[in-house]
Every structure is written in structure tokens, then in C-alpha cells.
């Protein structure tokens, strides 16, 4: 192979390879919702007997990767997925804040960080009620 071929040839691996290192970067991005979140839109009939305890202070329901808990007459909503390393978060509440049970991470009912190592805090949703159903949405 002569000089010229060898440069040509040198120079198309290097672009094939510069190429790929972007793409494969471009997918180690972050979400734009943060850590562990993601886009829902559903709802909660507090009629349901599953749902019962969300009609007192203190009660709480998990699912679709949401906490929603009663705080004191107003619905707050959470991420259940950990920013630190995706582990599911729970309701404590007697301490009325969120528990990672993996490495001891703690969020206060905002979804602020309040100790352990969560790099960011938790996604909160939007609540509207109307009647006996809340919409989470966010």
C-alpha cells in the first residue's frame, strides 16, 4: 500500500470512528425530566377500595413509577425511582418524607434531596382532583 492509500484509508477509520463515539455519547445522555423520570398522564379514582388510603392524611398509593401521597388535605406526587441509582423509593410516614431503601437516601414531601448521596431531587407531578379522581400528569 502506498502513502497516499494508507492516509485515505487512515483518514475514513478515523471519521467511522468519530461518528460512532458520538453516538454512542449522545445516548449516555441525561433525560431532560432528570434521573429515573418520565413523562406520565393517568388517573386515580378515590372511590376504589385500592385507593382508600389516599382519603387520609398520611396515606399513599405507588404505581407507575409514582408516589402520590394525601399531604394534610392536598395530593403531592413523586418519582418512585431514586436519582441516585434507580432503587425504589417508599413513603415514610411518620417521618413524612421518601426513603431509598439501597443506600439510605432521604427526600422531603417537595421530593428535595435532605441526606444520602441522590444527586438530584425527586420529579414531582402535577395533581388536580375533581370529585373522587386525581389526575397525575407531568
Given at each position: 500500500m502506498d502513502r497516499r492509500n494508507f492516509l485515505k484509508s487512515s483518514g475514513a477509520?478515523?471519521?467511522?470512528?468519530?461518528?460512532?463515539?458520538?453516538?454512542?455519547?449522545?445516548?449516555?445522555?441525561?433525560?431532560?425530566l432528570g434521573p429515573g423520570a418520565s413523562k406520565v398522564n393517568f388517573t386515580i379514582d378515590l372511590s376504589q377500595a385500592a385507593n382508600a388510603s389516599l382519603k387520609t392524611p398520611?396515606?399513599?398509593v405507588a404505581g407507575h413509577n409514582v408516589i402520590v401521597v394525601n399531604s394534610g388535605g392536598t395530593f403531592v406526587a413523586l418519582s418512585q425511582i431514586c436519582t441516585?441509582?434507580?432503587?425504589?423509593?417508599?413513603?415514610n410516614k411518620s417521618g413524612n418524607d421518601f426513603v431509598c431503601p439501597c443506600h439510605g437516601g432521604v427526600y422531603s414531601i417537595?421530593?428535595?434531596?435532605?441526606?444520602g448521596p441522590p444527586p438530584s431531587p425527586l420529579k414531582k407531578y402535577t395533581v388536580t382532583q375533581k370529585g373522587n379522581i386525581l389526575t397525575i400528569t407531568g
Open positions: 477509520l478515523c471519521g467511522i470512528a468519530v461518528v460512532g463515539s458520538l453516538t454512542f455519547l449522545e445516548s449516555c445522555q441525561k433525560s431532560a398520611g396515606g399513599s441516585h441509582q434507580g432503587c425504589s423509593v417508599f413513603y417537595t421530593g428535595a434531596n435532605i441526606s
